[in-house]
């Protein structure tokens, strides 16, 4: 085992300890699993319901059910993030319905695409048009680029966390990355598929 799998799995070891501990009601490592983990659901979150009071409310409902049901969690390896991603999702899928709609908001890395960033009104217009295309993806292509590119998860922590096999997560993928060239006129199909592993 070399030295990045050896952090790996202390990682992976420290995570199922502090999840034995919740999972003995310690309030210590509930107030860890929050501060590890809150910014990034409510950032998934957000990106999907599009307001911040109700993005700050389901994802607070998140760890209000992962409370509720960490005595039925067993830890395989993956994330924790991950399953409070599972949870996020469910509730943003009842929020949303009931809403009666979708309001989504693309996460852009303050012009990490733009061509060129001293041309800042060229930098916008790239942005826009970046958002724009993705809100006309499906809640699922939305869901898996976020998993995939926004918090970097694997294949494997993709398909965990929205609940469908790694080749499914894969033909998603590819689908919305062609989908978002095809909305903004093209581009280089290549590169696209290079990312889809």
Known sequence: MGVSGAIAAREQDEEQFLIQRAQLSDRAAWDE????????????????????????????????EAWKSIRRFTYRGVPLISWLFQIAHNLMSDFLRKRGKQRTEALLDDGANIADPRDEAQGV????????????????????LFNRFVEGLSLAE????????ENAIKALEFRALKSVRRILGGGPSAKGQEVVR
């Open 158 to 165: 993709t398909a965990t966390a929205m609940g469908k096999r």
């Open 33 to 64: 699993i929050f501060q590890q983990n809150y910014h990034r659901v409510y950032a998934f979150v957000y990106t999907r319901v599009g307001d911040r009071e109700s993005a700050e409310d389901i994802a607070a409902d998140v760890f209000v």
């Open 125 to 144: 217009a790239e942005r826009q048009s970046v958002s724009a295309a993705f809100k006309k993806l499906t809640a699922e292509q939305q869901q898996v």
